[in-house]
Structures are given as structure tokens and as C-alpha cells.
């Protein structure tokens, strides 16, 4: 066999042969320019293997469904949480940055990183002794079973999927480029300064720019740091949670929904001074979240394996979320519908934050980017999910911007 042919052939099979994960892959060669250099890494519960041999991520097993369910209602709730209250800590008077919902859509990527790469937490779910397997093997049977594993499709799907939010995501790109982007260094009675459109054009490409290029950079940033960490990750023991946090978790995941919905009706301030505060502010969100995190979980399910190369669950959740977000919003900013009503506004902020923050998210859509086989895979959907978004709050929110303008809110 001459040179040439060998050379042909050594080619040939490292062309055949599935890129290793990032900790035992060789040193980078020349990519071809249509193919992504890196192993793809698992998302959340939305992205469905390119294989013929999908992986049920709700298992049949009616307990397993439940538990799975508890952990989505009990994450989905505190996710909101952490993501109204992170918005609220990073908007303040003079921020360098006035999109509060940036850092929480940026370290909910973080934490999709870490848990899509790390490889201990659940380890005694598929078992560590497995000498007759190969180690890329050993990793892929790894990311496999994790899709199954109740607590596993909480944390991603359930926390990280509700901690960020695309919806407000475009929500802040539609009023940067209208020039309505709440500033906390303006006095809330004076109106923005006036500008022209070439600055407004400016303004919706900064908030673009800095949303996805930093959630992505977070979502590496989370893989690197589980691959840091990879020795001191505790693992969880299977008998503890699948014998005392599972079925802790059914009680605490409906039972704090429960707890919501009792407060929401009988909010702790009610017999405070002033105005109620606590529903608008978060109360009518949790209620709401679990119902937004449920259907996206359903609509990845039945939308994403359809079409590979463009997850259409992610997709129709995504748009569907941004949509009910504008029409919420220019309900809320209409006089003597509930600009002028304190509890028809609370609502809409709740509908708003909970059910359209939770049905749509910035974790996985920046995950499935990252693990699209080809880049221009990937910059279809990117781009295809941001124009359909910002077109749709153009048609809606627009249409009564630009007519007739914003009321300011009771809420």
C-alpha cells in the first residue's frame, strides 16, 4: 500500500469515527468549514438524540412520570423566583446594563452547562464498573440515562428552562429599539429622551449581541467548570433519592403550587397599608410558572424529534410564550382595562413573569444552538427564533405603540 493510501484511509477514519467529549479529545485539527469542531453536548430534556434510538425522557412507570412532574412544579416555581429576584438585584440607578433579565438568563446557561457535563451527581444511576465499554461509550450511555432521571429533568428542564426567559428576552429587544426600555436612572414620570432610528437600531443590536453572546459564553463557562469540579462532585446515592427525595418531592413540588394558589387568593399583605404588593410581584408568577414549564415539556416531547436540525418543541414554545407576552403587555397598557385596575394588572404581570417567563427559555434554545451538527443549522435557528419573536411583538406590541402609545400601569 503506497503512502497516499494510507494517508487516505487514516483520513477516512477519523472522519467515521464520533468526536470524543471535551476532557480526552486530541489535539484540535483543520475542521472542514460546514462542520462544528466539538462534541455536541446533551441539553436539556427538549433536544432529542440524532439517532434512531431515542430515549424516553418520561418514563411509562406511573410513579416515574409523577415524580418527574413534582420535580418540574417544584423547580419551575423556585426558578421563577430566582429569576424575578436576580432581575430585581441587577436593576438598579445607574446599571451599566438596564435588561434585568441578562444576568438571569446568563447564569441559568451557567447552570445547564455544568449539569449537561458533569458526570457524577448521578453515577450510581447507570453504574460505574463498566470495563468492557469504552470510555466515549461509558460518557454517551452516561448522558443517556440522565435524561430519564426525575431530579435530572428538574434541574435542567424545571430550574434552568424557568430561570431564564426568551419571551422577555425579546420582550427588552422590541423596547430598546421603540426607545421604552425602562431605565432606573430616569425618573419614572419623565418620558425617554427623544432619538433617532439609527440609535434605537443600535440599542435592539446591543441587546442582542450581549444576550446571546454571554448566555453562550455562560453555557461553556458551566461545561469547563463541571470539568473543573470533576473530582469534587459528590455523587447522589440512588437509594436516598429515589426511596426519600422522590416521593418528598411529590409532597413539596403540589404542595408549595397549593400553597401559591392559597396565597394569591389571601395574600399575606392584605391587611397591611398600602397597596397589595405581593401578588404582582411574585405571587400570581408561581402560580402561573408551573403551567408554562408543564407545556413546554409536552411540546418538546411531541415537536422536537420531527425535525433534527431545528427543534420545533423549543421553537413553538419559544414564539407561543412571546406571543401571549405582548398581548399581556399591551393589555396591562391600556387605560380602563388594567392600567386603571391594581388586580387585573397583577395578573397580567404574573401571566407575564410566570406562564411566558417558564413557557419559554434561553437555557435550552442556547444549548441547542451549541449542539446543532452544523453551524448553519444553528444560525437558521438562531436566527429564524429571534426574527419570528421580534416580528411577532412588532405586529402587537407596536401596533399599539405606535397608534395610540403606552398608559403607564397601576402595577
Partial sequence: MTSHDHDRDHDHKEESEIPLSESTAPPPIEPEPHQRTSQPPEPELELQPKTKETVQPLSKHPSTHLYTLSYLVFFAIFGTLARLGLQSLTFYTGAPIVTGVLWANASGSLLMGFFLEDKNLFREEWGENRETITEHERLKAHKATKKTIPLYIGLTTGFCGCFTSFSSFIRDVFLALANDLPD???????????????????????????????????????????????????????RFTRRILDPVIVVLGWGCWLGAVFMAIWPPDRHSPGTETWRGAAIFAIVFAPLGCLLRLYLSLFLNAKLPSFPLGTFAANILGTGILGMCYDLQHVGGISASVVVSCQVLQGVMDGFCGSLTTISTWVAELNGLSKRRHAYFYGTVSVGVGLGLLIVIMGSLLWTRGFDTPMC
Fill in 184 to 238: 432606573p436612572s430616569r425618573d419614572s414620570f419623565s418620558g425617554p429622551v427623544s432619538r433617532n432610528g439609527g440609535y434605537s437600531f443600535m440599542a435592539l443590536v446591543a441587546i442582542l449581541l450581549i444576550t446571546v453572546s454571554l448566555s453562550l459564553a455562560a453555557l461553556v463557562a458551566g461545561a469547563h467548570l463541571a470539568l473543573t469540579c470533576d473530582r469534587l462532585m459528590p455523587v447522589l446515592p440512588f
